[in-house]
């Protein structure tokens, strides 16, 4: 059974920083794309990045690219997500999740984690 745990979620004014970890507890975490998304109150989920398999591949929507970098460990089954310039609008529920393909599509996604709050404040 695949379990998704992220961390690291907290309160921080605008301009700040935070990391996000994700620890994955899956048998072949080498074998899954992760990816990251966020769901704000009254919003629906949206994508926030994307890494392959091997990490040498990530991909951001215009809203944080620049500002958030995905990175993936595979030796120690965690993808992180380190975000900077930390503005109100980026406040949500932060979700991690698994799939097959890397893609920016809820849908794609098999696995997912319980979430994290990220609150900024202006």
């Known amino acids: 059974q695949v379990q998704l745990v992220e961390s690291g979620g907290g309160f921080v004014q605008a301009g700040g920083s935070l990391r996000l970890s994700c620890a994955a507890s899956?048998?072949?975490?080498?074998?899954?794309?992760m990816g990251w998304f966020r769901q704000a109150p009254g919003k629906e989920r949206e994508f926030v990045a994307t890494?392959?398999?091997?990490?040498?591949?990530?991909y951001y929507p215009d809203s944080v690219k620049g500002r958030f970098t995905i990175s993936r460990d595979n030796a120690k089954n965690t993808v992180y997500l380190q975000m900077n310039s930390l503005k109100p609008e980026d406040t949500a529920v932060y979700y991690c999740?698994?799939?097959?393909?890397?893609?920016?599509?809820?849908?794609?996604?098999?696995?997912w984690g319980q979430g994290t709050q990220v609150t900024v404040s202006s």
């Open positions: 899956i048998r072949t975490f080498s074998n899954y794309v």
């Open positions: 999740a698994a799939g097959p393909v890397t893609t920016s599509r809820i849908t794609d996604y098999n696995y």
């Open positions: 890494i392959n398999k091997s990490g040498y591949y990530t």
